[in-house]
T-cell receptor
Framework: AQSVSQHNHHVILSEAASLELGCNYS??????LFWYVQYPGQHLQLLLK??????LVKGIKGFEAEFIKSKFSFNLRKPSVQWSDTAEYFC????????FGSGTRLSIRP | ETGVTQTPRHLVMGMTNKKSLKCEQH?????MYWYKQSAKKPLELMFV???????ENNSVPSRFSPECPNSSHLFLHLHTLQPEDSALYLC???????????????FGQGTRLTVV
């Protein structure tokens, strides 16, 4: 069965620190992968997506993610976080249907 | 503003009540979805509609009954719910089913449901 795993449930960083949030998926075949962000009190919005081509995907607000097929991973990165990045981050993947991970809450200390 | 509007934003209902959640999208999308978001759990896909036809029911109990009268509107009818059904219910839409031709989902802000 397809699944998407996010192993970090809560990450706390200081401003300007670098960020990497882990995401692993467990299905083969064609993969479509997404990262969504949910700011406090707001709707889920797409940060970036991977369908094919360059495995390094750049998204909005300085975020990027790298698809590593051999590791079944699609980790989200940002070189320098800001207080405004405080939010919940969801990885999602689609084989036959879209599946979301359990989310990672990111807290940034000003 | 994502173009996906959900009403009401908050709902408190008793276990014997009947209520409905409404979702409306103004994006011209063909697919609509209901998700359940509970604390510390993955977002759970409940139902998928594509061109008004239900294409997926993810083993959802019959006390949740979806309705899609047209491609722009999606309802979730609720009756005899349990306290464990309390959660944030999210509606989403996409041009085609997610994953087709690079399609992603656009989400509404959700309805916070509390069952007492």
């Amino acid at each position: 069965a397809q699944s998407v795993s996010q192993h970090n449930h809560h990450v706390i960083l200081s401003e300007a620190a670098s960020l990497e949030l882990g995401c692993n998926y467990s299905y083969g075949g064609t993969v479509n992968l997404f990262w969504y962000v949910q700011y406090p009190g707001q709707h889920l919005q797409l940060l970036l997506k991977y369908f094919s081509g360059d495995p390094l995907v750049k998204g909005i607000k300085g975020f990027e993610a790298e698809f590593i097929k051999s590791k079944f991973s699609f980790n989200l990165r940002k070189p320098s976080v800001q207080w405004s990045d405080t939010a919940e981050y969801f990885c999602a993947g689609r084989a036959s249907k879209i599946i979301f991970g359990s989310g990672t809450r990111l807290s940034i200390r000003p | 503003e994502t173009g996906v509007t959900q009403t009401p934003r908050h709902l408190v209902m008793g276990m014997t009540n009947k209520k409905s959640l409404k979702c409306e999208q103004h994006l011209g999308h063909n697919a609509m979805y209901w998700y359940k978001q509970s604390a510390k759990k993955p977002l759970e896909l409940m139902f998928v509609y594509n061109f008004k036809e239900q294409t997926e029911n993810n083993s959802v109990p019959s006390r949740f009954s979806p309705e899609c009268p047209n491609s722009s509107h999606l309802f979730l009818h609720l009756h005899t719910l349990q306290p464990e059904d309390s959660a944030l219910y999210l509606c989403a839409s996409s041009q085609d089913e997610v994953g087709v031709s690079g399609t992603e989902a656009f989400f509404g802000q959700g309805t916070r449901l509390t069952v007492v």
